[in-house]
Protein backbone atom coordinates (compact mmCIF):
# COMPACT_ATOMS: atom_id res chain seq x y z
CA UNK A 1 0.00 0.00 0.00
CA UNK A 2 1.47 3.33 -0.92
CA UNK A 3 0.67 6.87 0.99
CA UNK A 4 -0.85 9.53 -0.28
CA UNK A 5 1.02 12.81 -0.42
CA UNK A 6 -1.56 13.99 2.89
CA UNK A 7 -0.23 10.62 5.08
CA UNK A 8 3.13 11.57 3.96
CA UNK A 9 2.68 14.73 5.75
CA UNK A 10 0.78 13.28 8.64
CA UNK A 11 4.10 10.72 9.05
CA UNK A 12 6.50 13.28 8.75
CA UNK A 13 4.52 15.06 11.54
CA UNK A 14 4.38 11.81 13.62
CA UNK A 15 8.43 11.66 13.44
CA UNK A 16 7.64 7.81 11.02
CA UNK A 17 8.89 9.49 8.72
CA UNK A 18 12.43 11.51 8.11
CA UNK A 19 12.55 14.47 5.55
CA UNK A 20 15.02 17.48 6.44
CA UNK A 21 14.29 19.97 5.47
CA UNK A 22 10.56 19.89 4.63
CA UNK A 23 9.22 21.72 2.28
CA UNK A 24 4.78 21.47 2.26
CA UNK A 25 5.35 22.60 -1.63
CA UNK A 26 7.20 19.80 -2.68
CA UNK A 27 4.33 17.05 -1.89
CA UNK A 28 2.62 15.30 -4.89
CA UNK A 29 -0.24 13.34 -4.99
CA UNK A 30 1.33 10.20 -3.83
CA UNK A 31 5.11 11.31 -3.38
CA UNK A 32 7.49 13.90 -2.13
CA UNK A 33 9.76 15.81 -4.50
CA UNK A 34 13.41 15.68 -3.89
CA UNK A 35 16.12 18.27 -4.87
CA UNK A 36 19.51 18.23 -6.27
CA UNK A 37 22.12 18.98 -3.89
CA UNK A 38 25.02 20.91 -4.12
CA UNK A 39 27.71 18.16 -5.03
CA UNK A 40 28.81 15.31 -7.41
CA UNK A 41 31.06 12.21 -7.76
CA UNK A 42 32.66 11.33 -10.56
CA UNK A 43 34.95 8.49 -10.57
CA UNK A 44 38.40 9.11 -11.69
CA UNK A 45 39.57 5.66 -13.30
CA UNK A 46 38.65 4.31 -16.63
CA UNK A 47 37.86 1.04 -15.33
CA UNK A 48 35.32 0.39 -12.55
CA UNK A 49 36.32 -2.61 -10.50
CA UNK A 50 33.95 -4.23 -7.81
CA UNK A 51 36.80 -5.60 -6.23
CA UNK A 52 38.66 -2.89 -5.17
CA UNK A 53 37.94 1.00 -3.62
CA UNK A 54 37.96 3.21 -6.71
CA UNK A 55 38.86 6.52 -6.99
CA UNK A 56 36.77 9.23 -6.97
CA UNK A 57 36.45 13.29 -6.82
CA UNK A 58 33.69 15.26 -5.46
CA UNK A 59 32.80 18.86 -6.75
CA UNK A 60 30.23 21.51 -6.60
CA UNK A 61 27.79 21.84 -8.53
CA UNK A 62 28.13 25.93 -10.30
CA UNK A 63 25.30 27.70 -9.78
CA UNK A 64 24.77 28.85 -13.26
CA UNK A 65 24.45 24.56 -13.69
CA UNK A 66 26.17 21.86 -14.56
CA UNK A 67 26.75 20.72 -18.24
CA UNK A 68 26.38 16.84 -18.54
CA UNK A 69 27.08 15.55 -21.98
CA UNK A 70 25.52 12.55 -23.41
CA UNK A 71 26.68 9.24 -21.77
CA UNK A 72 28.24 11.02 -18.92
CA UNK A 73 27.49 9.66 -15.42
CA UNK A 74 27.67 11.09 -11.98
CA UNK A 75 26.65 10.09 -8.83
CA UNK A 76 24.70 13.15 -7.02
CA UNK A 77 23.16 13.67 -3.90
CA UNK A 78 19.50 14.87 -2.62
CA UNK A 79 19.57 18.29 -0.71
CA UNK A 80 17.31 16.59 1.72
CA UNK A 81 17.95 13.95 4.46
CA UNK A 82 14.85 11.20 4.32
CA UNK A 83 14.44 7.63 5.81
CA UNK A 84 12.04 5.98 7.84
CA UNK A 85 11.66 3.34 10.57
CA UNK A 86 8.60 2.29 10.23
CA UNK A 87 7.92 2.45 6.36
CA UNK A 88 9.41 1.69 3.14
CA UNK A 89 10.79 4.57 1.11
CA UNK A 90 11.28 3.77 -2.64
CA UNK A 91 12.97 6.75 -5.22
CA UNK A 92 11.98 7.88 -8.55
CA UNK A 93 12.83 10.42 -11.63
CA UNK A 94 10.63 13.10 -12.05
CA UNK A 95 8.85 12.43 -14.58
CA UNK A 96 9.71 16.16 -16.11
CA UNK A 97 13.60 15.06 -15.96
CA UNK A 98 13.42 12.34 -17.35
CA UNK A 99 11.43 13.03 -20.32
CA UNK A 100 14.50 15.32 -21.09
CA UNK A 101 16.53 12.70 -21.09
CA UNK A 102 18.10 12.33 -17.85
CA UNK A 103 18.27 8.30 -16.28
CA UNK A 104 18.03 9.44 -12.14
CA UNK A 105 18.19 6.58 -9.75
CA UNK A 106 17.19 3.71 -12.47
CA UNK A 107 18.75 0.94 -10.48
CA UNK A 108 18.79 0.67 -6.26
CA UNK A 109 15.48 2.49 -6.30
CA UNK A 110 14.16 0.52 -3.02
CA UNK A 111 15.44 2.21 0.25
CA UNK A 112 16.35 -0.23 3.24
CA UNK A 113 13.42 0.17 5.96
CA UNK A 114 16.06 2.11 8.89
CA UNK A 115 18.40 4.03 6.02
CA UNK A 116 18.59 7.40 7.07
CA UNK A 117 20.36 9.77 5.18
CA UNK A 118 21.00 11.90 1.65
CA UNK A 119 19.99 9.90 -1.31
CA UNK A 120 22.87 9.11 -3.46
CA UNK A 121 20.89 9.91 -7.51
CA UNK A 122 22.81 8.09 -10.19
CA UNK A 123 22.78 10.44 -12.79
CA UNK A 124 22.83 8.97 -16.63
CA UNK A 125 22.60 11.93 -19.39
CA UNK A 126 21.07 10.54 -22.63
CA UNK A 127 21.43 13.82 -24.03
CA UNK A 128 23.50 16.88 -23.09
CA UNK A 129 22.11 18.79 -20.34
CA UNK A 130 22.44 21.08 -17.45
CA UNK A 131 21.89 20.18 -13.77
CA UNK A 132 21.42 22.94 -11.07
CA UNK A 133 21.75 22.43 -7.40
CA UNK A 134 18.29 22.77 -5.96
CA UNK A 135 16.27 21.92 -9.15
CA UNK A 136 13.38 19.09 -8.45
CA UNK A 137 14.91 15.62 -9.64
CA UNK A 138 13.49 13.13 -7.80
CA UNK A 139 10.64 11.85 -5.67
CA UNK A 140 10.17 9.24 -3.08
CA UNK A 141 7.10 7.70 -2.25
CA UNK A 142 6.33 5.61 1.25
CA UNK A 143 4.68 2.06 1.25
CA UNK A 144 3.69 -0.06 4.10
CA UNK A 145 6.00 -3.16 5.22
CA UNK A 146 4.20 -6.46 5.32
CA UNK A 147 6.15 -8.91 8.10
CA UNK A 148 8.56 -8.38 10.98
CA UNK A 149 10.91 -5.31 10.03
CA UNK A 150 14.39 -5.26 10.84
CA UNK A 151 16.27 -2.23 10.46
CA UNK A 152 19.22 -1.31 8.15
CA UNK A 153 22.62 -1.02 9.75
CA UNK A 154 24.75 -1.17 6.47
CA UNK A 155 27.68 0.71 5.16
CA UNK A 156 25.51 3.85 3.29
CA UNK A 157 24.12 4.63 6.74
CA UNK A 158 23.78 8.45 7.47
CA UNK A 159 25.43 9.35 4.22
CA UNK A 160 25.76 12.86 3.91
CA UNK A 161 27.04 14.22 -0.06
CA UNK A 162 26.71 11.57 -2.71
CA UNK A 163 28.52 8.29 -1.57
CA UNK A 164 30.86 6.20 -4.04
CA UNK A 165 30.34 2.67 -4.20
CA UNK A 166 31.08 0.78 -0.98
CA UNK A 167 30.49 -3.04 -2.70
CA UNK A 168 34.24 -3.65 -2.62
CA UNK A 169 33.49 -4.31 1.30
CA UNK A 170 31.23 -7.39 0.10
CA UNK A 171 33.31 -8.52 -2.53
CA UNK A 172 35.23 -11.81 -2.03
CA UNK A 173 37.79 -13.10 -4.57
Known sequence: MILTGEEIKKQVRKGNIIIKP??????????????????????INKIL??????KYKIKKIPK????????????????????????????????????????VHIT?????????????????ATKNIKLYPGM???QISFWVPKGKI???HGKYQNSIGPKPSQVHKDFKI
Open 64 to 103: KGLLLKKGDFILGHSKEIVGSKKLVPLIHAKSGIARLGLF
Open 22 to 43: FNHKNITTNSYDLTLGSEYLTY
Open 150 to 152: VLY
Open 108 to 124: ADLIDLGSIGNVTFQLY
Open 49 to 54: DPAIEN
Open 136 to 138: LIG
